[in-house]
């Protein structure tokens, strides 16, 4: 536990906006919001001269990952202990630091991490302390996202292109164990990617450009461009209800399209800084929203409304929702010479 701090006590709470039409407020549609006030954080600070730069949760929601400082992956396990020396690491397959995690959305115990300086991804089972699988590239891969199946994978590169990796079987040697290997296809521009809920396409945003493109798969045929935001697109969600697209931008505005239509269907504009990541809840409720500025803001998602600022010990990269619980996990760099994780319950 933690206690905030007088310079986080002094974080101004967000305006609220107009009221939201009756139909969409909690009361009339039964639900029972949680007191997000009452929630207090846990804090994890390791010293480093870099940030955590992510987090990512589990399918189960039994683990948390961890990556940023160096060559190692963190996983802690929050229902028993969130303290810094009870996290398993698993190192010694990237040569440099490590910049992303993700976890298989079939499987509890396999995720994998990758390295823009190494140029590695890297397979893991957490049962296991080594990895059983690494791939080099000839680019470096900067985000990488897992198809709802976890027998895809994208990656985007340093250099905003987008690529894709198959998990399957060599069809020249039909004895071989199945391993990752990358497809070929011509790569796409952008500078962050995720898969949609069935597979079947993804959602592209560029920090340069003012709109979410969406592209099916494996076809890569342009099925819609969204024009988003004044000063380019650099955040995407979607509701795991499937009925909302959220998009964030530097002019510090968050989006959010009715997926049926693809109509913006509300704006929310309770940040004053650039967007940097977007999460929904596991009932598509709510949505917490990270930027430049030093909080989290928790909004409702049927009307845009603030429901709580939570000061945050500096800027997050990343903030990732618990996949079952009200519960949020985000990250960034304190002091100089800390890293730091954060999880709010």
């Known amino acids: 536990m933690s206690s905030f701090t007088k310079d986080e006590d002094e974080i101004q709470p967000p305006?609220?906006?107009?009221?939201?039409?009756?139909?969409?407020?909690?009361?009339?549609?039964?639900v029972h919001p949680p007191t997000f006030s009452a929630f207090r954080p846990r804090d994890v600070r390791i010293t480093s001269t870099q940030a955590i730069t992510h987090v990512a949760w589990s399918c189960d929601g039994k683990k948390l990952a961890a990556v940023g400082?160096?060559?190692?992956?963190?996983?802690?396990?929050?229902?028993?202990?969130?303290?810094?020396?009870?996290?398993?690491?698993?190192?010694?397959?990237h040569s440099d630091d490590v910049d992303y995690v993700a976890w298989n959305p079939t499987h509890p115990e396999l995720f994998c991490s990758s390295s823009q300086k190494d140029r590695k991804i890297v397979f893991w089972d957490a049962r296991q302390s080594r990895h059983f699988q690494q791939c080099t590239l000839k680019v470096s891969p900067v985000q990488i996202n897992y198809?709802?199946?976890?027998?895809?994978?994208?990656?985007?590169?340093?250099?905003?292109?987008?690529?894709?990796?198959?998990?399957?079987?060599?069809?020249?040697?039909?004895?071989?164990?199945?391993?990752?290997?990358?497809m070929d296809r011509a790569p796409l521009t952008a500078s962050a990617a995720m898969f949609n809920h069935t597979g079947d396409s993804v959602i592209l945003t560029h920090m340069s450009e003012?709109?979410?493109?969406?592209?099916?798969?494996?076809?890569?045929?342009?099925?819609?461009?969204?024009?988003?935001?004044?000063?380019?697109?650099?955040?995407?969600?979607?509701?795991?209800?499937?009925?909302?697209?959220?998009?964030?931008?530097f002019d510090s505005i968050v989006n959010l399209f009715d997926t049926s239509e693809w109509i913006a269907a509300r704006?929310?504009?309770?940040?004053?800084?650039?967007?940097?990541?977007?999460?929904?809840?596991?009932?598509?409720?709510?949505?917490?929203?990270?930027?430049?500025?030093?909080?989290?803001?928790i909004c409702a998602t049927e009307t845009g409304v603030p429901l709580h600022r939570v000061p945050a010990l500096?800027?997050?990269p990343k903030v990732t929702w618990h996949p079952s619980n009200y519960l949020i996990a985000y990250c960034g760099q304190t002091k100089p010479r800390e890293g730091d994780l954060r999880q709010l319950l």
């Not at 400082?69 to 397959?93: C, H, W, Y």
């Not at 977007?278 to 989290?296: C, K, N, P, V």
């Open 147 to 182: 198809a709802p199946d976890g027998k895809s994978l994208l990656y985007i590169s340093s250099g905003n292109q987008l690529f894709f990796m198959s998990y399957g079987k060599d069809p020249d040697d039909p004895v071989a164990q199945p391993r990752w290997s990358p």
């Open 210 to 249: 003012h709109a979410i493109r969406i592209v099916d798969v494996p076809s890569l045929v342009l099925r819609e461009n969204l024009a988003a935001h004044v000063g380019g697109c650099v955040a995407a969600a979607l509701d795991p209800r499937g009925r909302y697209l959220a998009s964030g931008g």
């Open 15 to 30: 305006q609220r906006p107009p009221s939201p039409p009756p139909h969409t407020t909690f009361t009339v549609r039964g």
């Open 69 to 93: 400082i160096d060559r190692t992956v963190r996983i802690f396990q929050p229902e028993k202990n969130m303290e810094s020396r009870s996290a398993s690491l698993f190192s010694g397959a």
């Open 267 to 297: 704006t929310i504009t309770v940040c004053e800084q650039a967007i940097s990541d977007l999460s929904f809840s596991h009932d598509g409720e709510y949505l917490a929203i990270a930027g430049a500025g030093t909080y989290i803001d």
């Open 314 to 316: 500096a800027s997050s």
